[in-house]
């Protein structure tokens, strides 16, 4: 499975616009890209998913470059409840029947 | 999305007892659930796949004997962690997918399992 390689943590303000940058430059052709977010002492929640180009849902954004060896997770205005971690894998993430395998994850601290 | 629980979300037992952790997808049926393991300030960890039907596959470094898994229905998974140490205190998380399609994991929300 594709290793991903995230920033450790990132501050932001509220109402700012937070880009996560994940890169995996041994990523198959097959593989999808997927972000979760965690809060504390809580399962992690899908957020987006993407193959190519861009993803956009009611949460986020998800930016993919044609070479699809880096992804960016973009959050519009964040707020203080999007303090959490935020994690990017990579694998033939449409198949229920293939485990995720979680980084390091971006710890993103939201100040008001 | 789907719907995941757990139960109980919080447990704490004395070293040498068993515990037992079920993991439910509410509104849809799975064939494949994982159980995930997660210390403090950590990222999750695999532990084990479980398949409806069939024996648990459990990664390197696992104890398949210490963590026992029951996958005896589509919508029912449990993890049963027997003579529970102290260094066995950790956040365990399951995850599911609808079987038969092409939808991402759903994640329960966790229990807390405290050995003294």
């Known amino acids: 499975l594709a290793k991903t390689t995230q ?39 899908f957020i987006i998913q993407g193959y190519k180009t861009k993803v956009t849902n009611e949460v986020a954004s998800l930016f993919i470059p044609a070479d699809r ?18 994690y990017c894998l990579v694998g033939d993430g449409n198949s229920g029947n293939t485990p995720l395998v979680f980084g390091k994850g971006t710890r993103l601290s939201v100040i008001a | 999305g789907a719907v995941v629980s757990q139960h ?18 509410l509104d849809f049926q799975a064939t494949t659930m994982f159980w995930y393991r997660q210390f403090p300030k950590q990222s999750l960890m695999l532990m084990a796949t479980s398949n409806e039907g069939s024996k648990a596959t459990y990664e390197q470094g696992v104890e398949k ?8 229905s589509l919508t029912l998974s449990t993890l049963t962690v027997t ?12 995850s599911q997918a609808p079987s038969g399609s092409t939808d991402t994991q759903y994640f329960g ?5 405290t050995v003294l």
């Open chain 2, 109 to 113: 929300p966790g229990t807390r399992l």
């Open chain 2, 8 to 25: 109980p979300s919080r447990v704490i037992c004395k070293s040498g007892t068993s515990v037992k952790i079920e993991c439910r997808s």
């Open chain 2, 83 to 94: 003579s529970a140490h102290p260094e066995d205190s950790s956040f365990y998380i399951c």
């Open chain 2, 65 to 72: 004997d210490k963590f026992l898994i029951n996958h005896a």
């Open chain 1, 69 to 86: 060896k880096s992804s960016t997770l973009s959050l519009p205005r964040v707020s203080l409840s999007d303090t959490a971690v935020y």
């Open chain 1, 7 to 45: 920033p450790i943590s990132m501050d932001s303000y509220e109402g700012q616009e937070v880009n996560i940058t994940c890169s995996h430059n041994n990523i198959a052709t097959n593989d999808y890209i997927t972000w979760y977010q965690q809060f504390p002492s809580q399962g992690p929640r």
